[in-house]
Every structure is written in structure tokens, then in C-alpha cells.
């Protein structure tokens, strides 16, 4: 079946300009997860959602960074007025069930964000 | 949260057998050990996970120590394709209902023809 797509796969933009990032979970998955991998280091968690709520936004960086979820879908994460240090691979990643730890997260390939 | 240990990098032989080890001696009672692995340029791919008997699937065999404080991920016959950074995970359970995955350095494992 499909996997977790995000979109767009690269995206160039210039300092100061908004960006949006789109992720469409695995169909039916309740939990969806954004992570971001800066070049040559970990996964650093941003937010998770279940179903359309936030309950843990913990790892957002700064109020430029915001995201939402419709329809207990498709997410998006909004990174207003980029910032070189913005440059990275933005992963989201969707479960079925996460109210137990016995739900595998499966995560798409990644939106590569450069900002110049 | 458990924190687990892991080798920075290792070999192995196409064909043979790649031993991955991870400690996490600090690991709760309901808190299972998942392993991951990234290919470059791509996501983490899930591979396998387990709470305290071993696992094994279509991708590797887990086993688990029996006070489970570390574990081995096992890849039977590794191939050239298997050369990728491997994540042991512990999940870690940030109240409410959201069991997160908490990514350290992972073990850089080259697969040599």
C-alpha cells in the first residue's frame, strides 16, 4: 500500500520568505509526527498530532515554525520568514495507534529545504 | 526517557552475518526497543521491535537479553544494500498517549564486498 508522501521532495527559497510543507499519512494512521535532520546530524521531533490536536508541539523551535492537520489527514508545516539555519530535511512520519507503544512509525523520504 | 548506546560505526562481509548491539540499561517495564534504519538521502525505514522475547521477521532478528538492558539486532546475510546508519530505540511514552521515537547517533554499519 502507500507510504507516508510528502511534498514538495526539494524546495529552494530565499531568506525572509514563508514556506510550506505538505505530508499525507498513511490512510487511516491517527498519529502523525514531523521530525527535521539537519545535514550530518540526528532526527530532532518538532510536533506530533493526534488525529487534528497538538497535544505535544514540544520540539518546535520558535514561533516561526507552525503546523496543522485537517480533516485527521494531510499536514502542514509552515516555517515563516526562513532562516539559513532553517536548512534541512523536514520528516514526517505517521502510526496507527499511539496509545501504545506497539505502533510502528512509518516516515516518508522528506522534504530537502534550502534556504539562501 | 531510556537512553540507549550504541557502536559509532561497523563492519561486515557481504554474505555474512551483521551483529548490531545497543545497551539501554535504564529501560522501563512497558517500554519496547524499536531499530531503524536510514539509507542516505532517504526516511528512517522501520525494521523491527519488541518488548522482551525475541522477534524476528522478514528484515532481521531482534533478541533481547533477559533483563532486558541491551539487545542485538541481527541481520543474517548482509548485503551491500544494507550499508546505512541504524538506530536502537528505546520508545519513550511523553504522557498523554504519545509514544515518540527519540533518535540518537545510531551505528554506521558498511557492508564490504
Known amino acids: 500500500g502507500a507510504g507516508v508522501s510528502q511534498s514538495p521532495s526539494n524546495k529552494v527559497t530565499e531568506k525572509g520568505k514563508d514556506v510550506e510543507l505538505r505530508c499525507d499519512p498513511i490512510s487511516g494512521h491517527t498519529a502523525l509526527y514531523w521530525y527535521r535532520q539537519s545535514l550530518g546530524q540526528g532526527l530532532e521531533f518538532l510536533i506530533y498530532?493526534?488525529?487534528?490536536?497538538?497535544?505535544?508541539k514540544s520540539g518546535l523551535p520558535s514561533d516561526r515554525f507552525s503546523a496543522e492537520r485537517t480533516g485527521g489527514s494531510v499536514s502542514t508545516l509552515t516555517i515563516q520568514r526562513t532562516q539559513q539555519e532553517d536548512s534541512a530535511v523536514y520528516l514526517c512520519a505517521s502510526s496507527l495507534n499511539p496509545t501504545v507503544g506497539n505502533s510502528p512509525l512509518h516516515f516518508g523520504n522528506g522534504t530537502r529545504l534550502t534556504v539562501t | 526517557d531510556a537512553k540507549t548506546t550504541q557502536p559509532p560505526s561497523m563492519d561486515c562481509a557481504e554474505g555474512r552475518a551483521a551483529n548490531l548491539p545497543c545497551n539501554h540499561s535504564?529501560?522501563?517495564?512497558?517500554?519496547?526497543v524499536y531499530w531503524y534504519r536510514q539509507i542516505h538521502s532517504q526516511g528512517p525505514q522501520y525494521i523491527i521491535h519488541?518488548?522482551?522475547n525475541n522477534e524476528t521477521n522478514e528484515m532481521a532478528s531482534l533478541i533481547i537479553t533477559e533483563d532486558r538492558k541491551s539487545s542485538t539486532l541481527i541481520l543474517p546475510h548482509a548485503t551491500l544494500r544494507d550499508t546505512a546508519v541504524y538506530y536502537c530505540?528505546?520508545?519513550?511514552?511523553?504522557?498523554?498517549?504519545?509514544?515518540?521515537?527519540?533518535f540518537g547517533k545510531g551505528t554506521l554499519l558498511t557492508v564490504n564486498p
Open positions: 535504564t529501560i522501563s517495564g512497558n517500554e519496547y
Open positions: 498530532f493526534q488525529g487534528n490536536s497538538a497535544p505535544d
Open positions: 530505540i528505546v520508545r519513550f511514552y511523553s504522557g498523554g498517549s504519545n509514544y515518540k521515537l527519540t
Open positions: 519488541g518488548l522482551k
